[in-house]
Nanobody, 114 residues
Framework: VQLQASGGGLVQAGASLRLSCAAS????????MGWFRQAPGKERDFVAAIKRNDSSTYADSVKGRFTISRDSTKNTVYLQMNSLKPEDTAVYYC?????????WGQGTLVTVSS
């Protein structure tokens, strides 16, 4: 089962984007959901995660700019990204947290131009 992220695009620095990821009801209800990203030439890194009680954690690099949320009626997790920087350019993925290898989808590309 792969989790497909969507909502990426090409934006200028300072702009906002919202990413979405729909999961199965079982996955969404039972596990912590997370966002991850992989910049060109780098390893995939943790970005944010949200528990079933809506408590969230963030990588230091995105704190105060990104917000993770979840909609239990749609089994969907979101990543609101504000004040985007060129260093946020990456392919963004959603997965359980900690992630499962067979849940990685193709991700969605976010490109931030300066």
């Amino acid at each position: 089962v792969q989790l497909q992220a969507s909502g990426g695009g090409l934006v200028q620095a300072g702009a906002s984007l919202r990413l979405s990821c729909a999961a199965s009801a079982r996955t969404f209800s039972n596990y912590i959901m997370g966002w991850f990203r992989q910049a060109p030439g780098k390893e995939r890194d943790f970005v944010a995660a949200i528990k079933r009680n809506d408590s969230s954690t963030y990588a230091d690099s995105v704190k105060g700019r990104f917000t993770i949320s979840r909609d239990s009626t749609k089994n969907t997790v979101y990543l609101q990204m504000n004040s985007l920087k060129p260093e946020d350019t990456a392919v963004y993925y959603c997965n359980q947290h900690p992630p499962l290898n067979n849940y990685w989808g193709q991700g969605t590309l976010v490109t931030v131009s300066s």
